[in-house]
């Protein structure tokens, strides 16, 4: 089992900066992948930001060059700093193991494990 637990959301104007953290207990932390997903009002949950257990990064197109992920295994954490917000970044943002560290790193179904979520509101 995995308890994760995310901060840092909360209301900014577009051009702000934001940085998200997640906190993971309950199993080896290094060992895992971790992802970044968001999901907007009436809208699909969708990939942001994943790092795998050996620091590879990936990003989603749509914020690629604003958004920095990262992690810190001695804090077992994983952050997501976000710059140069924009209204569209608007959605509830969610934290996301995966223990088998399968290579499918934006899907979804492939982690097994979820945080509450945080709300990132950006405003014009």
């Known amino acids: 089992q995995v308890q994760l637990v995310e901060s840092g959301g909360g209301l900014m104007q577009a051009g702000g900066s934001l940085r998200l953290s997640c906190a993971a207990s309950g199993r080896t932390f290094s060992s895992l992948h971790m992802g970044w997903f968001r999901q907007a009002p009436g809208k699909e949950r969708e990939f942001v930001s994943a790092i795998s257990w050996g620091y590879r990064v990936y990003y989603a197109d749509s914020v690629k060059g604003r958004f920095t992920i990262s992690r810190d295994n001695a804090k077992n954490t994983v952050y997501l700093q976000m710059n140069s917000l924009k209204p569209d970044d608007t959605a509830v943002y969610y934290c996301?193991?995966?223990?088998?560290?399968?290579?499918?790193?934006?899907?979804?179904?492939?982690?097994?494990?979820w945080g509450q979520g945080t709300q990132v509101t950006v405003s014009s």
């Open positions: 996301a193991a995966d223990p088998s560290r399968v290579a499918a790193v934006r899907t979804t179904s492939v982690y097994d494990y």
